[in-house]
């Protein structure tokens, strides 16, 4: 049975990350536009990736052969997102209109926000892909506010999901053990429930991605999971692309998290046995699938999401053949700050160049 959450006062933002999927979001992910930006330079990796993907798991694995927790289930799926509502408006601005909207994934009802440009549509789509806010204390449509506001104002419409078991969407309880996989379900199903909703002001044929943290990694999932659904992807601060390396940095090292990290080692294994498992839930080990190009923002200074697994992300794609680039921001930390105007730039002449025209 299924219930909605209400909308509690914000509170001091958890920077913990869960599994896979998973990862931390700045407390700054609510604050205003920072000052004016300092030059950043595009970084070339050179190592090893967390995950070699001439070990990949097969991604032709049958609907029956797959482990209903892996990414081999997902892409096996048959999505039905549908029902995109506008439901009241929250603000008008001089550029655009904001709005409360609920959208159908699967038996979930989810919530989120949409800001719709002022004018004559159809503008392209955003879903934009929050990073990890304890959903305890999370309200709807929190998290990449900065974002949220910028991009509605350079043109584009923006789907903010809340998630299961965020704000006024739908509970899952199994959703923590089955690692938020579902997460990429509700992502995956708000792209679609766009293409149907029959909206003038939304063009179904130029929808894109942007996630940030924990939100990086949900879209690294939805592009391997189900490749041609978007047009772009841009990821700041991303999550790893390898599941343990999420699931060593945000739940073992968290003394608070001690009962889940060893429920999840007595269901699925512990990751440095290198089981099947692990490798099924790691985006990294079906990069061959990406059909999309990728953006990845990076601070140097992040301690919660290391810059070498973003390097890691990029040595991988690129050796799958696949279109990435990652720009790399000296002394930026995890939540952006005096750079974040000159991410958002390279942002929307990426989103330009591959949505708009």
């Given amino acids: 049975m299924t219930s909605r959450r209400p909308l509690p006062l914000l509170l001091c933002l958890v920077l913990v990350g869960l599994v896979t999927v998973t990862g931390c979001s700045g407390a700054t992910d609510d604050a205003a536009a920072p000052r004016a930006s300092t030059s950043a330079t595009p970084s070339t990796p050179a190592a090893s990736p967390p995950s070699s993907p001439s070990s990949a798991p097969s991604s032709s694995t049958t609907a029956a052969d797959a482990n209903p927790v892996s990414l081999q289930a997902l892409m096996n799926k048959q999505y039905d997102g549908r029902a ?5 408006v929250l603000l008008r601005t001089d550029k655009y209109t904001r709005y409360a909207v609920t959208y159908r994934s699967g038996r979930l009802r989810i919530s989120g926000v949409m800001n719709i440009p002022d004018g004559r549509g159809p503008f392209p789509v955003l879903i934009l892909n929050h990073g990890y806010i304890d959903p305890a204390v999370y309200r709807t449509g929190q998290g990449l506010m900065r974002e949220q506001d910028y991009l509605a104002r350079h043109g584009y419409a923006v789907l903010h999901t809340d998630y299961r078991n965020h704000a006024q969407s739908d509970d899952d309880p199994t959703a923590e053990l089955k690692l938020r996989l579902g997460y990429t379900e509700d992502v995956i199903n708000a792209v679609l429930a766009v ?14 991605l942007v996630g940030r943290s924990m939100g ?8 391997v999971a189900q490749p041609g659904l978007v047009k772009a992807a841009v990821v700041f601060a991303p999550v790893s692309s390898s599941a343990g390396d ?6 073992r090292n968290d003394p608070g998290r001690n009962s889940l990290a060893r429920r999840i080692i007595e269901r699925y294994g512990a990751p440095e046995r290198g ?27 992040d301690d919660m999401c290391p810059p070498r697994w973003s390097r890691a992300t990029v040595r991988a794609l690129q050796r799958a053949g696949k279109d990435v680039r990652l ?25 330009d160049k591959h949505l708009a025209g």
Avoid: C
């Fill in 84 to 88: 995109l509502r506008l439901r009241r």
């Fill in 216 to 223: 990086g990694g949900v879209s690294y999932n939805v592009l």
């Fill in 195 to 208: 293409k149907k909703s029959g909206n003038p002001a939304l063009d179904p044929e130029r929808v894109g």
């Fill in 246 to 251: 999420n699931f060593n940095q945000f739940i």
């Fill in 327 to 351: 720009f790399s921001y000296p002394g930026e930390e995890h939540a952006f700050g005096p750079q974040w105007p000159l991410s958002m730039r390279r942002t929307v002449a990426f989103l």
């Fill in 275 to 301: 089981s099947k498992f692990w490798r099924n839930v790691s985006a990294v080990n079906f990069f061959d699938r990406v059909t999309e190009p990728i953006l990845i923002h990076h601070g140097t200074s």
